[in-house]
């Protein structure tokens, strides 16, 4: 009789021990049903080629209508003395031209998403205030950042990330 | 009575002993609380892909403690094997891709092999498959009465560079297994979910003279124009319910972040500073964002009320915060953590609170960029580069569980999921 109470202790013992074990309790069988309708659904392809302007216009990778582009350093949107000389080429051109320039700010890839693109925008808008404190019509400008998308150079060396750090200009046709 | 002495004196000795086995369970349960989940593969056809999407699916959900062998055995079967009756769960699985992809899944207990669940899903094509899986996996997580992680089923839109230009933008299961152009041809960059339901998304186009937004039905191809704007336009944020955006714009040649009514078309500036303010994502309820801004002289993290001035610095740690996101009061951001002209640099992830408390790396190595909350905040996504090429990953906030994907793609410019 003792014996058969310890073997019952013991296994009691070992069922509470048991229950620590909190895995969830569920319902029995889930029915057998087909459900695959949210995941069919098709998804549209849409090609956006064409269009008058932007970076697919084949004129991406340097000033075009007698402008020069204007070179900047690493995380930088200051004018370096160095790029005076292209500067003053742009005035001139900027001031005798007829149709609307289009100031483009570009990077180097090492920077994300956002950042880069209002970092190309500083240096397009610290060309167009040179610009324009040199006599050329603000309203004639427009700024356009393409931020890291259009490099001129994709090789891994310091001399084609300096070529990408740039604003290009053109005039908008 | 001399038995009832020795009985109780045997209990006295037993009873602790197996309570202090409890307790010692109950600390091993604490660190890690998964459950043990086999996989039984029941295919004609079987695939180490098919397997490792479970396996990655009840990894990252952070609930299960899945079973690294690959399984084979009997759809059909309630039989366990010996070897697995020390597992908790079976996940019988059989997939089928002669005709578009069918998928049956059982999950039974692994101490007796009784039934608790079985379901069929089927679809007429072959290439969502790894969606049917998350399905699936997300179903049984429901079943068991975890906490949701219908994530898995979700899209992932990004946008890649294709050649200098020229981008595309492109739908993926988290995985990356599945994988759509969905946008080609012309420059069209940030996609940004517009709905919960990810029925439709925006997108910046550059086929314009200026950058335009474009709110694009992914089911219709309906596209609709919502604003453009002189230097850039990013939808960086869109409200819960749909109806206000925040966007980085550029009207005066400045980058600043403004809010826009979708029903009036009327827009509000949230910052006007003369540097660079972008990256805007609401917290706190809708009452505030987040944003990235170089008014310290170097790119960080700030917090601003939509409806004041009221501005305050939110990460006090690294010179160049230059990316960021929010869910809740949750705030990840990423840190360039040198300064190397020549590329190279380390950045890494950082978790933080809105109010600026509590800051914890993420990831200590490589060059770990654009983090994203899932949608219910659990998940954050990011791209990791180092020497071994890029990866997609993953990281569960509340488990800890990490994962990678191979990303074998082209540059990527922007995310969103």
Redesign the interface.
Do not use: C, W
């Given at each position: 009789?003792?014996q058969k109470?310890?073997i019952a202790?013991?296994v009691l013992?070992?069922l509470?021990?048991g229950c620590?074990?909190?895995?969830?309790e569920?319902?029995?069988?889930?029915?057998?049903?087909?459900?695959?309708s949210?995941?069919?659904?098709?998804?549209?392809?849409?090609?956006?080629?064409?269009?008058?302007?932007?970076?697919?216009?084949g004129n991406?990778?340097s000033s075009s209508d007698g402008f020069r582009s204007v070179y900047f350093g690493?995380?930088d949107y200051g004018i370096s003395s160095d790029m005076q000389s292209n500067m003053s080429t742009n005035v001139r051109v900027g001031s005798s031209a007829s149709a609307k320039i289009?100031i483009e700010g570009n990077c180097d890839?090492?920077?994300?998403?956002?950042?880069n693109?209002?970092?190309?925008?500083?240096r397009?808008?610290v060309v167009?205030d040179s610009l324009a404190a040199q006599g050329v019509s603000p309203s004639k400008m427009?700024?356009?950042?393409?931020?890291?998308?259009?490099?001129?150079c994709?090789e891994?060396t310091?001399s084609c990330?300096d070529r990408n750090r740039r604003v290009d200009l053109r005039l908008?046709r | 009575m001399p038995?009832?002495f020795?009985?109780l004196l045997?209990?006295s000795l037993?009873?602790p002993r197996?309570?202090a086995?409890?307790a010692k369970?109950?600390i091993e349960?604490d660190v890690d609380q998964r459950?043990r989940i086999a996989l039984v593969d029941g295919s004609a056809s079987q695939s180490s892909k098919v397997f490792d999407i479970f396996y990655s699916d009840l990894k990252i959900s952070g609930h299960f403690l899945a079973d690294t062998a690959h399984h084979k055995g009997d759809i059909a079967s309630n039989f366990i094997n010996p070897a697995l009756k020390s597992q908790?769960y079976i996940l019988l699985y059989s997939l089928n891709q002669q005709s578009g992809?069918q998928l049956k899944v059982r999950l039974l207990k692994g101490s007796d092999g009784s039934?608790?669940?079985?379901?069929?899903?089927?679809?007429?094509?072959a290439d969502?498959m790894p969606?049917?899986i998350h399905?699936a996996v997300s179903d049984i997580n429901d079943?068991?009465?975890?906490p949701d992680i219908s994530w898995l089923?979700r899209y992932v839109v990004y946008a890649v560079?294709a050649t200098?230009?020229?981008?595309e933008i492109r739908?993926a299961d988290y995985t990356f297994n599945y994988k759509?152009?969905?946008?080609?041809?012309?420059?069209?960059?940030?996609p940004k979910w517009a709905d919960k339901e990810q029925r439709a998304l925006y997108y910046t186009?550059?086929?314009?003279?200026?950058?335009t937004l474009y709110k694009?039905?992914?089911?219709?191809?309906a596209?609709q124009s919502i604003v453009s704007s002189?230097?850039?336009l990013?939808c960086?944020d869109v409200n819960n319910n749909g109806t206000k955006l925040l966007l980085?714009m550029?009207p005066d040649?400045?980058?600043d972040i403004f809010e826009y009514d979708l029903s009036s078309g009327s827009k509000k500036r949230v910052t006007d500073f003369q540097?660079?303010?972008?990256?805007g994502k609401y917290v706190d309820n809708e009452g505030s964002m987040v944003f990235?801004s170089n008014r310290l002289g170097y790119?960080n993290v700030f917090k601003k009320s939509i409806h004041s001035s009221s501005t305050s610095q939110v990460v006090h740690h690294g010179r160049n915060n230059?990316?960021c996101d929010a869910h809740g009061n949750k705030i990840v951001y990423?840190s360039r953590e040198s300064n190397n002209?020549?590329?190279g640099?380390a950045?890494n992830l950082y978790l933080a609170s809105s109010g600026g408390l509590d800051t914890r790396p993420l990831t200590t190595t490589g060059t770990n960029?654009?983090p994203r909350f899932s949608y219910d905040g659990a998940i954050i996504l990011y791209l990791k580069q180092s020497g071994r090429g890029s990866s997609i990953g993953y990281i569960n906030l509340a488990s800890q569980q990490s994962l990678l994907f191979p990303f074998n793609d082209r540059?990527i410019?922007?995310i969103d999921w």
């Open positions: 009789m003792t109470l310890l202790a013991a013992s070992l509470l021990s620590a074990q909190n895995a969830p569920v319902e029995g069988s889930g029915s057998n049903i087909t459900d695959g949210d995941i069919g659904g098709d998804t549209v392809s849409i090609d956006e080629s064409g269009g008058a302007n932007g970076g697919s216009s991406y990778n690493f995380g289009k890839e090492f920077g994300t998403d956002e950042y693109y209002a970092l190309g925008l500083k397009a808008k167009k427009v700024l356009v950042s393409f931020g890291e998308s259009s490099p001129v994709t891994p310091d990330y908008v | 038995n009832i020795k009985m045997v209990l037993l009873v197996l309570f086995a409890d369970l109950k349960k459950v908790e992809t039934q608790l669940f079985e379901k069929s899903y089927a679809i007429p094509t969502k969606f049917l399905k079943v068991l009465q975890y089923t560079y200098p230009g020229k981008s739908l759509k152009t969905i946008i080609r041809g012309g420059l069209n960059l940030f186009s550059y086929k314009g003279v200026l950058p694009l039905d992914i089911h219709t191809g596209k002189d230097g850039m990013v960086s980085t550029a040649g400045q980058a540097g660079i303010d972008v990256n990235v790119a230059n990316a990423s002209a020549s590329g640099n950045f960029q654009f540059k410019q922007s």
